[in-house]
């Protein structure tokens, strides 16, 4: 099979399909066509749509490892001179190993949302919505050229705008969504710029063409300026991985997307939209070695985000918000691998994060079916023996996430660790502890929410329980949902037949089969996952010729040298820092949650300040607010009280009319209607023509 083309027209399949349920769902199971089809047709066909999808990922993935490619145009939209606009696939071992996870996580959410939306009223459009965002995806992922990247970048964010203001009827979606729309505007301007530039001086936007022209562009400098094209151009898209991907600072949209149903925040969350940036990196990695500023700003960027943004998981109480949380961490840590120029690390640990975290969100959304959409883990406790399926997956998903030894999450990240440790670029040493301290911290708070959920005493069915003026959702928007803003959040509308939080007496219960079935088919993989592809992937030929490190960056090299097989590496993992580190974590949340509550309140009391700091999210929203906003309002009352309402209605309207009234009055007063009048001015005008002209009259 080596050297064989791929059948284009299967591949073709692979996005239209999700895209022909999307169309079946959204068009005839809603309003817009007469909700011609019903609930059970939407959720088939959309289903049914992904399903095949998954199936021809996975033989597309197949055989790319027995040595198939394709690489050409599907359809060519326009030729402008020598610039083609086209419609192309690119699939080797890294596409391909995408199309599978991206389709695999999809159809987990979408057989999890037949039992999580079953009550909702917007249910077609929601199923719709999903299968449109893998459509968007898949295009991303399989693109062979920067037009169709950046069709499928717009369109995951036009699609993720869409899901986070589902509910449309809350004042707080409406805000998420729009922030999250205009904080990627940000980010997808630089993108812009930076496909504009490798456009401007490679005259392609083949990827292929302009990767063999990187040595050219390595030579070219900005003009007008002494700084390196390349460098510049590679710093700007990754400005727009920082938007899509979360990274500090554009990382304030995605806290707030949880506004969004629990099925689609796993979705952007672990298999699409905040994947696409470190896809993105990974993809231009021919480029981005050839500059050692833009993988420090790479590095740096990512090192602040893993660290930071955990802080900031250990205050939460939404137990939605302390998982989005994790995923700000985690990209962090992709994001540092990248700068390590260790790309197929980063791309495991894509993998293997999409499994856990997708688990982690869905698992969390099972939680709050259980508990009557009460998101609040001061509201729960001792869970584990109502909800026994959602406890041990979630106990799956939490050891995989803190990198326990066997665990998927394990081989990934102690590789990024590793990594990191045998890069030398600028900003290595301060990477290198914030993903060491970030083991610990990612440890604490994901087992605070573990303990505090599962274990220890009940707290819900009580009369005065946190938060519950806080989980009112619109009346439209109730059903086997709930999700909620977070905790300062207030509902404009509440429902006095909707109470959010079990009633005195009443006991939570398992979710049904169609809510657990996807936790159990996530767990699996969040297990083994990493102990089987480590080797091909990080160690193997599996990304050979797809992925380029340069040779001045040893770090992937050092990885392989110190690898002896996957369990050695569980074995040798025993006896590190990051795995005590991440042991500690867990003994301290259990300690100060299960042993003495009374720790987390003296921290509280002698460290009001910090825990101010992080309750405000180190007041990026109200910089954002003050800074960017506050001054584009001010800007814009400037430019319409002088620009608009001095300048252009002031001076150019109204300053034109008054010029004409004032002419207008003027040859009023000579226009009185009397002949007499009319005569003299006309002998006045023949005395000027002669007066004028007389000294031009030839003398006789």
């Excluded at 199309?99 to 249910?123: A, N, P, Q, R």
């Excluded at 025993?574 to 580190?581: I, R």
Aim: charged letters at 10%.
């Amino acid at each position: 099979m080596a050297g064989q083309l791929l059948n284009p027209n299967l591949l073709l399949a692979v996005p239209l399909a999700p895209l022909a349920g999307a169309a079946i769902a959204g068009l005839l199971g809603t309003q817009f066509l007469g909700n011609l089809v019903g609930r059970k047709t939407s959720h088939t066909a959309t289903i049914l749509g992904v399903l095949i999808a998954f199936i021809l990922s996975v033989q597309t993935l197949l055989a790319v490892m027995d040595g198939a490619t394709f690489n050409g145009t599907i359809y060519n939209w326009m030729t402008i001179g020598t610039l083609k606009m086209e419609v192309g696939f690119q699939i080797d071992s890294l596409s391909a190993m995408m199309m599978c996870v991206v389709t695999f996580v999809s159809l987990m959410v979408h057989i999890y949302t037949i039992g999580y939306m079953k009550d909702d009223e917007g249910y077609n459009r929601f199923f719709a919505y999903i299968s449109l965002f893998t459509f968007s995806m898949l295009m991303l992922v399989m693109a062979n050229n920067f037009l169709q990247l950046f069709f499928g970048w717009e369109a995951v964010g036009l699609v993720s705008y869409l899901l986070i203001g589902f509910w449309y009827q809350r004042p707080t979606a409406i805000v998420a969504n729009m922030k999250a729309f205009l904080v990627n505007r940000v980010g997808d301007f630089g993108f812009i710029l930076g496909i504009g530039l490798l456009l401007a001086f490679a005259g392609t936007m083949n990827y292929q063409e302009v990767f063999a022209k990187k040595d050219e562009l390595a030579l070219l400098s900005l003009p007008g300026t002494d700084w390196a094209l390349l460098t510049v151009a590679c710093i700007c898209l990754f400005i727009g991985a920082m938007g899509k991907s979360a990274q500090f600072p554009l990382h304030v949209w995605l806290p707030d997307s949880m506004e969004g149903p629990t099925p689609i925040s796993a979705l952007i969350h672990a298999a699409t939209m905040v994947t696409a940036g470190i896809f993105m990196v990974s993809r231009m990695s021919p480029l981005f070695e050839l500059s050692d500023t833009a993988l420090s700003f790479i590095l740096v960027i990512g090192s602040i985000t893993a660290l930071f943004m955990g802080f900031l998981g250990i205050i939460q109480n939404d137990i939605k918000r302390v998982v989005a949380y994790s995923t700000l961490s985690q990209l962090g840590y992709m994001t540092v691998a990248l700068g390590s120029s260790a790309y197929s690390v980063a791309v495991f640990h894509l993998m293997t994060h999409a499994f856990f975290k997708a688990l982690l969100f869905l698992g969390a959304g099972s939680v709050i079916i259980g508990m009557h959409h009460d998101q609040d883990i001061r509201n729960m406790g001792g869970l584990r023996k109502y909800m026994p399926i959602t406890w041990i997956t979630s106990l799956v998903g939490s050891l995989a996430l803190i990198g326990t030894p066997l665990f998927s999450g394990f081989y990934s990240k102690d590789s990024i660790i590793e990594a990191v440790e045998a890069t030398h670029i600028w900003g290595a040493g301060f990477a290198q502890f914030a993903v060491l301290a970030g083991v610990f911290v990612t440890a604490f708070y994901s087992f605070r929410m573990y303990f505090l959920v599962f274990h220890g005493k009940e707290r819900f069915g009580q009369a005065h329980a946190h938060g519950h003026d806080d989980h009112h959702a619109p009346k439209a928007a109730h059903g086997a949902h709930g999700d909620a803003h977070d905790d300062h959040g207030h509902e404009e509308e509440e429902d006095d037949h909707a109470h959010h939080g079990l009633e005195p007496g009443q006991k939570p219960h398992e979710s049904p089969f169609v809510v657990w079935f996807p936790l159990v088919m996530l767990a699996i993989p969040s297990l083994i996952i990493g102990y089987l592809t480590i080797g091909p992937m990080l160690h193997g030929d599996f990304f050979k010729g797809v992925i380029f490190v340069g040779e001045n960056h040893p770090a992937m090299e050092e990885l392989s040298h110190e690898f002896h097989g996957a369990m050695a590496m569980a074995i040798h993992g025993l006896s590190t820092a990051p795995f005590w580190l991440a042991l500690s974590g867990v003994v301290a949340a259990y300690y100060c949650y299960m042993v003495n509550p009374r720790v987390p309140a003296w921290f509280f009391a002698k460290f009001h300040a910090i825990h101010t700091l992080l309750d405000n999210k180190y007041y990026m929203d109200k910089f954002n607010e003050v800074v960017f906003a506050g001054g584009a309002r001010l800007l814009g009352n400037g430019l319409w009280n002088f620009g608009d309402k001095k300048l252009i209605d002031g001076f150019v309207v109204n300053g034109s009319a008054k010029v004409v009234a004032w002419l207008s009055s003027l040859s009023r007063v000579l226009q009185t209607g009397y002949i007499y009048h009319y005569a003299f001015v006309m002998i006045l005008g023949v005395l000027g023509f002669l007066i004028y002209f007389l000294p031009f009259w030839p003398a006789k």
